[in-house]
């Protein structure tokens, strides 16, 4: 592990730091975090955060049972790569090495997530819990905790328990899922509350219910497209699956806020995705009106729910009548203020203008509020430098952007929960170079945005409590497999022992935050 040695064993003298800030060292005095940011913010921000089904393995393991990734990585064709998470980066048997590793980063917290299908194998809410399964995640909270390591943990990052979606198709069932989804938070909470501090109930909602239901290409595969798909319903079913969602949320909210957080002195939220939208030509009304619905689809969907209105974006409704469900008073009730903190994942930015002319039918099938996307708008300015990953550009100006809509519109505490990139070049047999593990994209990726949280903070008074980098380890990708290297921590998946090379980006993260952050 020499390139360990080299990035970690050592302090940061004047070589190595004019590495990692080539722009030179600003005095503590000059930075943009004033003498109001607190220490206990401070601390906050030094995390990364993963999920179950792409670094654990053990699949099988110890009682576990079959998730929908499960079987969609043991399906022909459904893999870019026809790889499986079987193993990813077995997480799971070399968890305590991993927090080894996180304490080296200068890690303070740690996002995870939780296998449903590892503690109620069948899922259900009268099915039989894993014991075994849960003394997994036990002893990586208390090792994580012995490391002082704050973790945040996730109930839901998209693998719902291939049993529940065989008996009642899962999520379009609300009223057979909800209860389940709640007893299997319930659990949570009994057995690891005394230790998390922290929870989220969904990774993503919206991602899960548009890549798995319209798309089709993410877990459960449905869709309405059956030259690929066997079965789903590209109009109706993405947005029950969402109501679902958060339908269930609220309740383990509620559950938790009454039964739990008096005692535990917790808090619990929910994290959606969503990217900042511009109008292709900023001068022209149109464009501006299909950015603002970019986000409003992307978004609000699920945060003017929980967080604004207590009801979905008008222009939802125009779009898709009586194909989005309808809040009962009661959902309404329970739904809005069902989170503690506006919890955030974002990667990058989009020029977007009409797909569809006005006054043109929109299909059914549109489900992302008839948009064109673009690289660059009218004047031909691009978004930002290219990733390793199609959709993904840097774009500090657009989460810039971001967090000021959010703030505004909901005016909640934000928690930063997932927020990195790939960079082109790491896809290389091991052991990788010196060049490979200098991964300056990375690097200036971080540099740069978080640099504009600072100034969110500083000059816009923006309440933001956490910034969680994607991600600890490269690791298995979803349907993209092992094609996406999002680590901060090169991953050898075809050694045994999946072993571990600490890229620069690693160094520089815990470098500068020590040195950007008042002490």
Known sequence: MEQFNLLFNRKPDASFLRMLFPNGILPLSSLPFGAGFTQDLTDSYKRYATAAPQIEGAWD????GPSTWDTLAHTSGRVIDASTADDATRSY???????????SYGVNAYRFSLSWSRIIPLGGKDDPVNEAGISFYSSLIDELIANDITPFVTLFHWDVPQALEDRYKSMLDQEKYTPDFVRYANVCFE??????????TYNEPGVYALAGYAGGAHAPNRSSDRSKYAEGDTSKEPWIVGHTQLVSH???????????????????????????????????PKDRAAAQRALEFEIAWFADPVHGSGDYPASMRKQLGDRLPTFTAEEKKLVNGSSDFYGMNTYTAFFVRDKVPEGEPIPPEDHKGNLAWSDENKEGVSRGLESDTEWLRSSPWGFANLLRWIWDRYHKPIYVTENGTTMKGEHVTAPPSEHVLNDTHRIDFYRSYVGELAKAVKDGGIDIRSYFGWTLLDNWEWAKGYTDRFGVTWVDFESEEKTRYPKRSAAFNREYFKHLIAQ
């Open 61 to 64: 393991k110890d009682g576990k």
């Open 93 to 103: 048997d070399l968890f305590k090495e991993d927090v080894k590793l996180m304490k």
């Open 250 to 284: 609220a309740h383990a909210y509620h559950l938790y806020k009454r039964d739990f957080a008096p005692k535990q002195n917790g808090t619990i939220g929910i994290t959606l995705s969503g990217n900042w939208s511009a109008p292709w030509d900023a001068e022209d």
């Open 191 to 200: 057995r690891f509350g005394d230790r998390v501090k922290h929870w989220i």
